[in-house]
């Protein structure tokens, strides 16, 4: 491990620098060794903390380690035990948490923070040069500072969680156990439609229109005299989100990763959920239940064509003409979910994506293909469906779902509505 510079604290800084990067680069090192998770910006905190607290005994050293090395109760008995066998002193580990005894450094009372940090400099060079060696490996001498990648020999464990690993994985290459570890930081995520003016109006006071019901209602108090005028403004309530997720076999494993985000994370946005391949389900009333492995698996039984071929353009003429013109996505915020694989005809897809974008408020398309730098809808039914679209997004992992969170609570539209065809002026 390379020697830590000493970091700069005017007026408290400690002579001999070359001692202190040494104890931390020593000690750091042989508490990777034990297996703890200790890498260059710890061993740094650990400098700065005796910079500043100017350590006269081993007590106060150890001290200082602990609250700068360390990270978890687990780890506090190992820290004990690689003190005691640097530096000496020590009195046995005892149960974690529980501090060693104060001990005094051997030699003059009256010793100072410089000579604690020179003996410990010593200590810790002779304990390197009398531990042993590992099978084809090397004792750690001064030389072990020039490797460059230290920290990436740190195993993952010590990187964070297995949910907050699996965050930044492609869903297609998660199990159905690690996709469920992530339905905990799915509930973390806010599917937030933008809000949109209601038809009712709300009391509010101050209003800019008077509420005659509630004024006179008032004015029973006061003997039919409208002391007081009641105001009222017009409501606002968040746009309906619809979400047609693609169950293809190409989107299963996305199909099941968006389903248990729907679940877990939209429920505020009263989320009207469907899916299709070669024929559309409601699945709204199967995501009403306890658990995302239960949802996932009536949506499942309700789909009779999951892991089937892919009719994009008929799954959305058969929306449109149930459930779309008749209000159910007029005005609302419609994701759709899949890879453009369009075994139909993809005119069919371009006339009802252009009958749904006259009605919707906006349209954003998931395809986890666009993951890939320099994509092109090149597939039939991306192609059709792309000028329709106000957004094309991957959602390809967890982390890619922000990107998506944020789309939605967006208020712009981005898609350009065709303008309104001019009568052209009669030739004189």
């Known amino acids: 491990m390379a020697d830590l510079p000493r970091p700069a604290s005017p007026g408290s800084g400690l002579p001999g620098s070359g001692d202190l990067a040494e104890v931390a680069a020593r000690l750091g090192d042989e508490l990777r060794r034990a297996g703890l998770p200790v890498g260059p910006g710890r061993c740094e905190r650990f400098a700065r ?9 081993l007590r106060a050293l150890y001290l200082c380690a602990q609250a700068t090395l360390v990270s978890s109760q687990a780890h506090v008995a190992t820290l004990e035990r690689v003190f005691a066998e640097i530096f000496g002193g020590l009195a046995a580990p005892g149960p ?33 040069a009398t531990r042993p060696a590992p099978d084809g490996q090397q004792t750690a001498t001064e030389g072990d500072g020039d490797r460059p990648d230290t920290d990436a020999e740190t195993e993952n464990r010590f990187l964070g969680s297995t949910a907050e690993r699996l965050a930044g994985q492609d869903f297609a290459e998660l199990t159905p156990g690690e996709l469920a570890q992530l339905a905990g930081l799915m509930r973390t995520l806010t599917l937030a439609t933008p809000r949109r ?23 029973r108090r006061t003997g039919g005299d409208p002391v007081r005028l009641i105001g009222q403004d017009p409501a606002w309530r968040p746009r309906r ?3 047609l997720c693609d169950i293809s076999g190409s989107m299963e494993p996305y199909a099941r990763a968006m389903i248990q985000l729907l679940y877990c994370a939209a429920g505020g946005a009263r989320a009207e959920v469907f899916t299709f391949a070669t024929r559309l389900t409601r699945l709204t009333g199967a995501l009403a239940h306890s658990t995302p492995a239960a949802a996932l698996a009536l949506a499942g039984q309700a789909a009779p064509d999951w892991l089937g071929g892919t009719k994009i353009g008929e799954s959305l003429r058969e929306f449109n003409r149930t459930y779309g013109r008749r209000g159910m996505a007029r005005g609302a915020v419609v994701i759709i979910i899949s890879d453009g694989w369009d075994t139909g005809d993809p005119s069919v897809l371009a006339v009802e994506m252009a009958s749904l974008s006259m009605i919707a408020y906006k349209i954003i398309w998931v395809n986890p293909r666009t993951k890939t730098a320099g994509y092109q809808p090149l597939a039939g039914g991306m192609a059709a469906a792309w000028p329709h679209c106000d957004l094309v997004l991957s959602g390809h992992t967890l982390d890619a779902l922000g990107e998506l969170a944020g789309a939605l609570a967006d208020p712009v539209r981005r898609r350009v509505l065709p303008a309104p065809r001019r009568l052209a002026a009669p030739a004189t």
């Open 49 to 57: 903390a005796v910079t500043l607290a100017r350590p006269g005994t």
């Open 96 to 128: 974690a948490g529980e501090l060693p005894p104060e001990v005094p450094l051997p030699g003059p009372a009256d010793r100072t923070p410089e000579d604690l940090l020179a003996s410990a400099a010593a200590a810790a060079r002779e304990h390197a």
């Open 197 to 219: 003016r209601s038809r009712r109006r709300r009391r509010h006071p101050g209003g800019r229109h008077l509420n005659v019901r509630a004024t006179l209602s008032q004015a």
């Open 241 to 243: 989100l619809v979400v």
